[in-house]
T-cell receptor, first 110, second 119 residues
Framework: RKEVEQDPGPFNVPEGATVAFNCTYSNSASQSFFWYRQDCRKEPKLLMSVYSSGNEDGRFTAQLNRASQYISLLIRDSKLSDSATYLCVVTDTGGFKTIFGAGTRLFVKA | GAVVSQHPSWVICKSGTSVKIECRSLDFQATTMFWYRQFPKQSLMLMATSNEGSKATYEQGVEKDKFLINHASLTLSTLTVTSAHPEDSSFYIC???????????????FGPGTRLTVT
């Protein structure tokens, strides 16, 4: 079983749609959780941290369920510029070493 | 925010030669840096953890004699791909963790990556 698993994708959605990404992790002692965004042929960039209390930043909402070892990302009112690969990221028990999910590709179309 | 640079951004080399990639933290000290490799349409795979003042820690399946890592200072780590072969062609990215994401939570700042093509 992979340490971090994501929806395989790709997701093709029209502008304005709401899209949800799901992620599960295998190590119950994992420390920190993030969503990163990666554009084609570029390095990943932090989108947002994920907390058990939930985290919202504009159109983006992230949620962590430690009991289920499940992380989610919701994008509302999707824009063309949201087209990218979304990476679920988990750090180890020391909070340092980073494990990436395989990523879910999103295509937002006009 | 924290900035990490990489050099070169792309390199083409002949099979059998060695290539050195530099990763620098520009406005903060990084006692630890991470090196990743990403093949097309795949996710980042952690290759090794670079530690300033000590030996690097390699992930399972990564040849330490082929991918030489030197963490020369608190702001510089280098990855040398020795005797490169076409299958080593990939996107190599470094990152450095910072404590800016909160107590015990380390956000990774990534370099822009180095695209290596071995002919």
């Amino acid at each position: 079983r992979k340490e971090v698993e994501q929806d395989p994708g790709p997701f093709n959605v029209p502008e304005g749609a709401t899209v949800a990404f799901n992620c599960t992790y295998s190590n119950s002692a994992s420390q920190s959780f993030f969503w990163y965004r990666q554009d084609c042929r570029k390095e990943p960039k932090l989108l947002m941290s994920v907390y058990s209390s939930g985290n919202e930043d504009g159109r983006f909402t992230a949620q962590l369920n430690r009991a289920s070892q499940y992380i989610s990302l919701l994008i509302r009112d999707s824009k063309l510029s949201d087209s990218a690969t979304y990476l679920c990221v988990v750090t180890d028990t020391g909070g340092f070493k980073t494990i990436f999910g395989a990523g879910t590709r999103l295509f937002v179309k006009a | 925010g924290a900035v990490v640079s990489q050099h070169p951004s792309w390199v083409i080399c002949k099979s059998g030669t060695s290539v050195k990639i530099e990763c620098r933290s520009l406005d903060f000290q990084a006692t630890t840096m991470f090196w990743y490799r990403q093949f097309p349409k795949q996710s980042l795979m952690l290759m090794a953890t670079s530690n300033e003042g000590s030996k690097a820690t390699y992930e399972q399946g990564v040849e330490k004699d082929k991918f030489l890592i030197n963490h020369a200072s608190l702001t510089l780590s280098t990855l040398t791909v020795t005797s490169a072969h076409p299958e080593d062609s990939s996107f190599y990215i470094c990152s450095a963790p910072t404590g800016l994401a909160g107590v015990g939570s380390y956000e990774q700042y990534f370099g822009p990556g180095t695209r290596l093509t071995v002919t």
